[in-house]
């Protein structure tokens, strides 16, 4: 396999990484020492609070001064190729939360407040509007789990109309303690709006619907539900990208399974450090189960597949995480696709939706196109005068 080749601005961007962000992201703990940020294991490891830098003075004064890549390289051992991808994944993030934590005993603080969602000051209603759940139906989801994952308060909508899911402590599960909310925009933005330029001078196209964590959620848990046939029952937890895709498998395997007890996690995106945290507290809360099959259900595209290779290699090179945990892999059956758009190939027998997004993309070109040719247009004019 070719190396994969980044352009000088990707690795720029990589490069100028906010180290402590993303080391805290990948489960790293810190406690405060003065103007420093101090590594619980690798106590010769600070980072500055002021400037960001990182110095590790065990190995001979490495730090991350201009160059995310080789430190954090050097911190985990990981192949250049991959932390690159790692970081540039990182930094394209729409919702990076900063994590606080204590200064003593290392545990992530809980500040996250259901009334206070974003800067924009939206908060949680606690009931799913009618606008809410038509978009829930319009992504093809039964009106039986719309009503039933509503009646138990794991979804609702913002006083935006935005629909939420809830994100609970799985040790109060139960009583839903909130640590988190998942935030899914209905509000289409402008297609102009979503047209971009990227590294390369070429279009990239944005999301449609805003779609990240709200303010001071935890960056270690996912939207998580489950189905518990037993305490003491095999596990099977299947993890997929998004709430949205997990209630999409949910119903696709609605026949399946029936003798496990079985949770749905979705990471985020593709952030690994969910998973992980994750299956500790599960373990955790169901200390005598017999087996424990993690399923990854991601999707079945190049982003999927380097994070899947990436989770691999955790697992292989952990002896704690292959002690009574098996991995295994789900892949939609739709080139470069979802599990909504299986669930939707499922109920319609067709993927209209992805014509939809076809088009929409076809339009944007024309539209950067004309932009770009304006642009050299008005240079020349400039040049001339």
């Not at 080749?5 to 990484?17: D, G, S």
């Not at 985990?76 to 790692?86: A, F, G, I, L, M």
């Not at 098996?326 to 499922?346: F, M, Y």
Request: net charge positive.
């Amino acid at each position: 396999m070719k190396p994969k080749v980044f352009t000088e601005r990707q690795l720029n961007y990589a490069r100028a990484t906010p180290v402590f962000d993303y080391l805290t992201l990948r489960g790293e703990k810190f406690e405060s020492v003065g103007r420093h940020w101090r590594h619980t294991v690798h106590d010769s490891l600070t980072i500055s609070k002021k400037t960001g830098v990182a110095t590790w003075r065990s190995r001979s004064d490495c730090h991350s001064y201009n160059n995310a890549i080789n430190f954090i390289s050097e911190f985990y051992n990981e192949p250049y190729e991959q932390v690159v991808q790692s970081l540039l994944e990182f930094r394209s993030s729409e919702n990076i939360q900063r994590v606080k934590y204590e200064t003593k005993d290392q545990h992530i603080q809980n500040l996250f407040d259901a009334k206070h969602l974003s800067k924009l000051n939206n908060y949680d209603t606690n009931k799913l509007s009618e606008r809410g759940r038509n978009y829930l139906r319009s992504r093809f989801l039964s009106e039986k789990n719309i009503d039933k994952f509503a009646a138990k308060h794991l979804i609702s909508s913002d006083n935006l109309e935005n629909v939420l899911f809830k994100i609970g402590d799985i040790r109060n599960y139960q009583s839903l303690e909130l640590v988190g909310i998942s935030v899914q925009g209905i509000h289409a933005k402008e297609l102009v709006k979503r047209i971009k330029e990227d590294s390369r001078g070429n279009m990239k196209l944005t999301r449609k619907y805003f779609k990240g964590l709200a303010l001071d959620s935890n960056p270690e848990r996912g939207f998580l539900f489950g189905y518990t046939t037993s305490q003491d029952n095999p596990i099977t937890l299947f993890v997929t990208e998004s709430p949205i895709e997990s209630l999409s498998l949910l119903e696709l395997n609605k026949n399946l399974y029936a003798d496990r007890t079985r949770w749905y996690l979705s990471t985020e995106g593709l952030k690994e450090q969910i998973l992980w945290s994750t299956v500790k507290q599960l373990k955790e809360c169901f200390p005598n189960v017999t087996g424990f099959d993690v399923v990854l259900a991601y999707n079945n595209d190049e982003k999927g597949r380097d994070a899947i290779r990436r989770i691999h290699s955790t697992y292989i090179g952990s002896e704690n995480l292959k002690m009574g945990l098996s991995l295994k892999l789900l892949v939609p059956e739709v080139e470069n696709g979802d599990w909504n758009e299986v669930l939707e190939l499922a109920k319609t027998g067709q993927l209209a939706t992805r014509n939809e997004k076809k088009n929409e993309k076809e339009k944007a070109e024309k539209i950067f196109s004309n932009q770009k040719n304006n642009n050299v247009e008005l240079q020349e004019m400039r040049s001339m005068e």
